[in-house]
């Protein structure tokens, strides 16, 4: 069946085997996420091409996202590894501690982010950990910060640390990410996922930063945005106009602004994305449980079904595939839990269209396809297409009619795979107008996508070959050009 929501899977110890990673695509994977939060160039370097050699043994193109680290805000490292804090237990975070090797005790620890004692107040909030752990801030003394726990737990080596509220000043883009941008660029990453970003000039750095990387190479990456910080939410249309889609990073920003408050957050990205044309990807502890267990919760099935029926484009796995045990049941089970999600989709598409303004010919195409496919019932939507941006278009309303978009590119073959209900195949495109359209209409009979006598709707420009060009829409009954 078609599935139109994608899978992003996160790859690491326990996916980096090429026949699993084989197995894991046949499953379902659609994009690949790199994290580069661990192992050093040459990993990424490597685990890029055992993808696309994955992929390619899979008869598929697969998307790989290069997802960037931000700025350290975490703790050093302790004697032994680990110290445990009891509700009440003073404790410092002192920046200066490690300088000369210091390990961290029970007493004090030391901070990679060396500018806190500049962004803290007394009677902050700083939670540790993934929130696990509260600390209040009770006086600042030059480079060191005097707390007390108030919720106390496990602290081990290089935890996170955010402040409740946000307000923390690093940089979204660290000296490291702006060299592991060259090398995502070095192997044509199609996606590049920025952590932590504030504000549109995060974003707008990030992408010229990418574009002089991969300019060399003629290629220019698609800029996701991850919203893990309470600063982004008030400057979020800002941050979705800089960007091409944006990450609901569930995690950090549950940390930041609260865990009750996040279902509605996701919602309101999910739907402020697709309001702008843009890509939304929902992620952070979906399938948590299948780490060490074969099947997941039921309540991580609703959150992954939920997600499916907020409008996301793709749900991500994390840890889930980079270190669990059940990678490749990870993903069945994520495949069929979309699947079945879609099936109780209500369909909206008129409503989508009240009130809007078509300014431009290829978006009014674009639109004009879904209304015509939506009601002659038609077998598919085709898009032949120079940069996918007429699929992209078209997927940001909900139909019940799978969308192909047929390009040249294999660039622009990889970007769609996050487009959700789009299905991209290469197609050369040689020829006038009549003999593509031949070419399409084959393709998709030796797909088995659809046979004599069903109807589609094409979408092309003309003259064909143009970015930007669509200006052509045709209702076509399969067979009409034998």
């Known amino acids: 069946m078609f599935r139109g929501t994608k899978i992003v899977a996160t790859i690491g110890p326990a996916s980096t085997d090429f026949d699993i990673l084989v197995r894991m695509i046949e499953a379902g994977v659609d994009v690949v996420r790199l994290n580069f939060s661990h192992g050093k160039a040459q990993d990424h370097i490597d685990r890029a091409n055992l993808v696309r050699r994955a992929a390619a043994q899979c008869g598929r193109e697969v998307a790989i996202m290069a997802d960037m680290q931000g700025p350290k805000i975490r703790v050093g490292k302790f004697e032994q590894g680990k110290i445990v804090l009891e509700n009440g237990d003073k404790f410092i975070l002192d920046a200066k501690w490690g300088e000369n090797g210091e390990l961290g005790n029970q007493e004090r620890v030391g901070l990679?982010?060396?500018?806190?004692?500049?962004?803290?107040?007394?009677?902050?909030?700083?939670?540790?950990?993934?929130?696990?752990?509260?600390?209040?801030?009770?006086?600042?003394?030059?480079?060191?910060?005097?707390?007390?726990?108030?919720v106390g737990g496990e602290l081990s080596n290089n935890k996170g640390i955010n402040r409740q509220g946000g307000g923390l000043?690093?940089?979204?883009?660290?000296?490291?990410?702006?060299?592991?941008?060259?090398?995502?660029?070095?192997?044509?990453?199609?996606?590049?996922?920025?952590?932590?970003?504030?504000s549109a000039t995060d974003m707008e750095m990030a992408r010229q930063l990418a574009n002089i990387a991969g300019e060399p190479f003629h290629h220019k990456p698609m800029m996701i945005a991850k919203i893990e910080r309470a600063e982004a939410i008030p400057v979020l249309q800002e941050i979705l106009d800089a960007s091409d889609g944006i990450m609901v990073a569930r995690g950090d920003l549950a940390v930041e602004v609260g865990n009750a408050?996040?279902?509605?957050?996701?919602?309101?990205?999910?739907?402020?994305?697709?309001?702008?044309?843009?890509?939304?990807?929902?992620?952070?502890?979906?399938?948590?449980?299948m780490i060490v267990n074969a099947v997941p919760t039921r309540a991580e099935v609703s959150d992954v079904a939920n997600a499916v029926l907020d409008g996301t484009d793709a749900v991500m796995t994390s840890a889930e595939t980079a270190s669990g045990r059940y990678p490749i049941e990870t993903v069945e089970m994520m495949a069929a839990i979309c699947l079945e999600a879609e099936q109780s989709e209500?369909?909206?598409?008129?409503?989508?269209?009240?009130?809007?303004?078509?300014?431009?010919?290829?978006?009014?195409?674009?639109?004009?396809?879904?209304?015509?496919?939506?009601?002659?019932r038609v077998k598919a939507i085709v898009a032949l297409t120079e940069s996918g941006s007429t699929a992209l278009w078209m997927s940001r309303h909900s139909i019940d009619t799978p969308i192909y978009a047929l390009t040249p590119s294999t660039t622009t073959h990889r970007k769609a795979s996050l487009y959700r209900n789009v299905r991209a195949y290469n197609l050369l495109q040689e020829g006038d107008s009549s003999a593509v359209l031949r070419q399409a209409e084959d393709l998709m009979v030796a797909k088995g996508i659809v046979k004599k006598g069903d109807m589609i709707v094409v979408t092309w420009g003309e003259p064909m070959g143009q970015v930007g060009g669509t200006n052509a829409l045709k209702i076509v009954r399969v067979g009409e050009f034998s």
């Open 112 to 150: 990679d982010y060396k500018a806190l004692p500049r962004d803290v107040r007394p009677g902050d909030k700083l939670l540790l950990n993934d929130g696990l752990i509260v600390l209040v801030v009770e006086r600042i003394l030059g480079h060191e910060i005097f707390t007390v726990v108030k």
């Open 261 to 289: 408050a996040v279902p509605a957050l996701q919602k309101r990205m999910i739907r402020m994305a697709r309001e702008s044309n843009k890509l939304a990807i929902t992620a952070t502890q979906m399938m948590e449980s």
């Open 169 to 198: 000043t690093a940089p979204a883009l660290t000296a490291k990410d702006m060299e592991d941008i060259k090398t995502a660029m070095s192997f044509q990453a199609d996606y590049l996922a920025i952590s932590f970003p504030k």
């Open 346 to 376: 209500y369909n909206k598409l008129d409503a989508d269209f009240l009130n809007v303004t078509f300014t431009r010919i290829d978006q009014s195409i674009a639109y004009g396809a879904l209304f015509t496919a939506h009601h002659l």
